[in-house]
């Protein structure tokens, strides 16, 4: 629910209010849902159920309307002729629709201001879902046979429902990750088989002229690196160009993170190097006479 809103001894054209949003709760709604305290305190359990003039408002209301000033204490009203809401707490910001969409300001009003014959319930339990959820039914049927719950949901349900179809671009974009890391392990190996083949009469001098078997394997496998590493830092780039639509799949995730972005660098020098490996290693095994009559 919206309202617009008036704050006390802050006087504002009509029709430029700010508007904020709004819920009605009762009992320990806070704990049950994990919303922390930042500042102040909760209403009492007697201002909760009996009539009262008390609100907590969250962190994002406390910034955008109060940012001046200490926000406990302040009045507002949802109304002209409303009643006068004093603010006695500030909790953390919640995502009420779903996780891409921002926090907007929004305060929380005891049950007892506004009455209503619909309800919610937020019940935190340690049981599993299925045996909560038929326990809970069974304590609803014994309080009242008449009433007959709309819906019983888990949490988890509830967020899923929201990031199906960002999951399944998540889990495209992972799968089509994974088939170009083993395309480019098949190409690093044919590069690299290739090169080999090119300087196969190169090697054949070197190790005449006194280069071990371990030094042919760091040179080759030194070239392929380095080829990865380029590639690698090209991509940086193009995800870097990209990053407004790669953080529109991400929640709460940094464009940029130095150890992720390593990380990856990681995975590709030692898919790099793995692909590298068997044609540094038949580049062990050349014959430098050979070699040498064959050029």
């Given at each position: 629910?919206?309202?617009?809103?008036?704050?006390?001894?802050?006087?504002?054209?009509?029709?430029?209010?700010?508007?904020?949003?709004?819920?009605?709760y009762?009992?320990?709604?806070?704990k049950?849902?994990?919303?922390?305290?930042?500042?102040?305190?909760?209403?009492?359990?007697?201002?909760?159920w009996?009539?009262s003039?008390?609100?907590?408002?969250?962190e994002?209301?406390?910034?955008?309307?109060?940012?001046?000033?200490?926000?406990?204490?302040?009045?507002?009203?949802?109304?002209?002729?409303?009643?006068?809401?004093?603010i006695?707490?500030?909790?953390?910001?919640?995502r009420?629709?779903s996780l891409?969409?921002?926090?907007?300001?929004?305060?929380?009003?005891?049950?007892?201001?506004m009455p209503?014959?619909?309800?919610?319930?937020?019940?935190h339990t340690?049981?599993?879902?299925?045996?909560?959820?038929?326990?809970l039914?069974?304590?609803?049927?014994?309080?009242d046979?008449?009433?007959?719950?709309?819906?019983?949901?888990?949490l988890?349900e509830?967020?899923?429902?929201?990031?199906?179809?960002?999951?399944l671009?998540?889990?495209l974009m992972?799968?089509?990750?994974?088939?170009?890391?083993?395309?480019?392990?098949?190409?690093?190996?044919?590069?690299?088989?290739?090169?080999?083949?090119?300087?196969t009469?190169?090697i054949?001098?070197?190790m005449?002229?006194?280069?071990?078997?371990?030094?042919i394997?760091?040179?080759?496998?030194?070239?392929?690196?380095?080829?990865?590493?380029?590639?690698?830092?090209a991509?940086?780039?193009?995800?870097?160009a990209?990053?407004?639509?790669?953080?529109?799949l991400l929640?709460?995730?940094?464009?940029?993170?130095w150890?992720?972005?390593?990380?990856?660098?990681?995975i590709?020098?030692?898919?790099?190097?793995?692909?590298?490996?068997m044609?540094?290693?038949?580049?062990?095994?050349?014959?430098?006479?050979?070699?040498?009559r064959?050029?």
């Amino acid at each position: 629910m919206r309202s617009a809103l008036w704050r006390e001894a802050v006087p504002v054209s009509k029709g430029d209010e700010p508007v904020v949003y709004y819920n009605l709760y009762a009992g320990d709604y806070f704990k049950a849902m994990g919303i922390p305290l930042v500042r102040g305190r909760f209403p009492t359990e007697r201002e909760l159920w009996e009539p009262s003039d008390v609100i907590v408002i969250n962190e994002t209301m406390a910034h955008e309307l109060f940012n001046d000033i200490d926000p406990l204490g302040q009045r507002f009203k949802t109304g002209e002729d409303g009643q006068w809401n004093q603010i006695v707490g500030v909790v953390g910001d919640v995502r009420q629709k779903s996780l891409d969409e921002p926090p907007k300001p929004e305060f929380y009003a005891p049950y007892s201001q506004m009455p209503m014959t619909f309800l919610t319930f937020a019940i935190h339990t340690e049981l599993p879902g299925s045996s909560a959820l038929s326990v809970l039914s069974g304590v609803v049927h014994d309080r009242d046979p008449d009433a007959v719950p709309a819906g019983l949901t888990p949490l988890s349900e509830l967020i899923a429902s929201t990031i199906t179809n960002r999951r399944l671009a998540m889990l495209l974009m992972i799968l089509f990750a994974g088939l170009a890391l083993a395309l480019s392990a098949v190409g690093a190996y044919g590069v690299m088989s290739y090169a080999i083949d090119q300087r196969t009469a190169e090697i054949g001098v070197r190790m005449a002229l006194g280069a071990n078997p371990a030094g042919i394997l760091r040179l080759v496998l030194g070239q392929g690196l380095r080829t990865a590493l380029a590639g690698a830092l090209a991509g940086l780039l193009a995800a870097l160009a990209l990053s407004s639509v790669l953080a529109s799949l991400l929640y709460g995730v940094r464009i940029f993170d130095w150890m992720v972005d390593g990380g990856i660098l990681l995975i590709v020098s030692m898919n790099a190097l793995l692909a590298s490996y068997m044609p540094a290693r038949r580049a062990m095994r050349i014959d430098p006479i050979r070699a040498i009559r064959q050029e």
